[in-house]
């Protein structure tokens, strides 16, 4: 049972001048042993949702016994669980595997519908990671490309020479040293490139010793934002029916890649409300739906989307010094836009529970081990942040029971 540590990804409101915000309670730990303060990415404001014009039909909401596949699962529990949770009044709730197109568990909180379009925050991480995977899978990029020719402003020189994109996908590039400095990430009419230039730049942690690429472990948005202008430089595609020809743009690539094998008809890299900005916010900026996100979670676990799943879901930080984390991670390590959720640093080694917590509460995961998927799609204001996890936490346990005692159905 991996990933039981009770985690407090708490956020304090420090907003950054301009168009940059991030949140963070308190001072930040180094290296050197210390404890890492309470971290978290926060978009600048949370919009209102909006009602996705999807005319499919929701799934009912799941009795507390629902036969699905051949077997009959008691969900009473979970189900009370959810409910007796004071904090998240509103909630769309979500159980699948890979094998049954039907939800083990789907249940409806207050109003949350299953296509509610809502901000992911910094769930879109899983995105980033599951594009990368997915070009690497198809022949355009490999995880130890570093990032020059296709960033032509790349050094050729130091130590940033030789950042690669499993270094950019999995926080440990060498950036992010202040989860707190804003940046180019939040300036949408920029070009991707350029923002990554500005990255490339100003952001590369100098001041530290011992900072060159897969030797830290450093939470925040610049390498996300460096490995989708790698991406978008690095193929060789072109756009049909365009004149003159071009490559294409990061949201083509994102739906030619992800969103259109896996029909999720609802997923943006912005707010569906205005138009697709040249310099997304890789790192916290997408939009989904939990019928869409559950489709991705259901992906993942089938193991032929992403065809490589060790390289997508094992940890990439273990040993390494954390210099910004979210405070009370226990002992969990980071993956390709995930986390390996665990108990103690060995155990990472063997988890098989990825995840991917947005600020708002929004949480997916996967468990290899037990079979599932699950996914908490919430949209809270103030400390969801918290709550998803904590949330996450009960559940995993409440549903591994009622997998475990499923009987066949009569």
Same mark, same amino acid.
């Given at each position: 049972m991996a990933g039981?540590?009770?985690?407090?990804?708490?956020?304090?409101?420090?907003?950054?001048?301009?168009?940059?915000?991030?949140?963070?309670?308190?001072?930040?730990?180094?290296?050197?042993?210390?404890?890492?303060?309470?971290?978290?990415?926060?978009?600048?404001?949370?919009?209102?949702?909006? %009602?996705?014009?999807?005319?499919?039909? #929701?799934?009912?909401?799941?009795?507390?016994?629902?036969?699905?596949?051949?077997?009959?699962?008691?969900?009473?529990?979970?189900?009370?669980a959810i409910d007796a949770d004071t904090e998240v009044d509103n909630g769309y709730f979500i159980v699948?595997? %890979?094998?049954?197109?039907?939800? *083990?568990?789907?249940?409806?909180?207050?109003?949350?519908?299953?296509?509610?379009?809502?901000?992911?925050?910094?769930?879109?991480?899983?995105?980033?990671?599951? *594009?990368?995977?997915?070009?690497?899978?198809?022949?355009?990029?490999?995880?130890?490309?570093?990032?020059?020719?296709? *960033?032509?402003?790349?050094?050729?020189?130091?130590?940033?020479?030789?950042?690669?994109?499993?270094? #950019? *996908?999995?926080?440990?590039?060498?950036?992010? %040293?202040?989860?707190?400095v804003g940046g180019c990430q939040l300036l949408p009419a920029m070009t991707l490139y350029n923002c990554a230039k500005s990255i490339h730049d100003l952001r590369y942690d100098i001041l530290r010793p011992g900072n060159a690429p897969g030797a830290q472990y450093s939470y925040g948005p610049h390498g996300l934002?460096?490995?989708?202008?790698?991406?978008?430089?690095?193929?060789?595609?072109?756009?049909?029916?365009?004149s003159p020809a071009r490559q294409r743009n990061f949201h083509e690539l994102f739906a030619q890649h992800v969103t259109t094998p896996l029909g999720m008809t609802s997923t943006t890299w912005y707010d569906p409300a205005g138009s697709a900005p040249t310099n997304p916010w890789v790192a916290g900026g997408a939009y989904s739906t939990p019928r869409d996100y559950a489709k991705l979670l259901r992906a993942f676990l089938g193991g032929s989307f992403i065809t490589d799943m060790t390289s997508f879901t094992q940890q990439r930080t273990?040993?390494?010094?954390?210099?910004?984390?979210?405070?009370?991670?226990?002992?969990?390590?980071? %993956?390709?836009?995930?986390?390996?959720?665990?108990?103690?640093?060995?155990?990472?080694?063997?988890?098989?529970?990825? &995840? &991917?917590?947005?600020?708002?509460?929004?949480?997916g995961w996967i468990d290899r081990e037990t079979g599932y998927y699950a996914l908490i799609a919430t949209e809270i204001s103030s400390g969801g942040d918290r709550k998803g996890v904590e949330l996450e936490q009960v559940m995993q346990d409440l549903i591994e029971d009622a997998i475990a005692n499923r009987t066949p159905a009569p």
């Open positions: 039981r540590t009770k985690w407090m990804w708490l956020a304090a409101g420090a907003a950054m001048a301009g168009a940059a915000a991030f949140a963070a309670q308190g001072g930040f730990g180094g290296n050197g042993g210390g404890e890492a303060r309470p971290m978290v990415q926060l978009p600048p404001a949370a919009p209102a949702a909006k %009602a996705s014009t999807s005319a499919a039909s #929701a799934p009912a909401a799941a009795s507390l016994s629902a036969t699905v596949g051949g077997y009959t699962y008691d969900w009473t529990a979970l189900q009370s699948g595997n %890979a094998s049954d197109p039907d939800y *083990l568990f789907a249940y409806e909180k207050g109003s949350f519908g299953i296509d509610r379009v809502t901000p992911l925050a910094s769930a879109s991480k899983w995105f980033a990671g599951a *594009l990368g995977m997915r070009m690497v899978q198809a022949g355009i990029a490999t995880l130890d490309d570093p990032m020059r020719p296709p *960033l032509a402003f790349w050094t050729t020189i130091g130590t940033k020479k030789d950042v690669q994109l499993k270094h #950019a *996908l999995s926080m440990t590039s060498g950036f992010n %040293a202040s989860p707190l934002q460096v490995a989708a202008a790698y991406l978008e430089a690095k193929d060789i595609s072109i756009a049909p029916g365009t273990a040993g390494l010094p954390r210099v910004f984390v979210p405070a009370s991670a226990g002992n969990w390590e980071y %993956a390709l836009g995930s986390f390996v959720e665990c108990d103690t640093p060995s155990a990472c080694a063997t988890s098989k529970i990825n &995840s &991917s917590p947005g600020a708002y509460g929004w949480t």
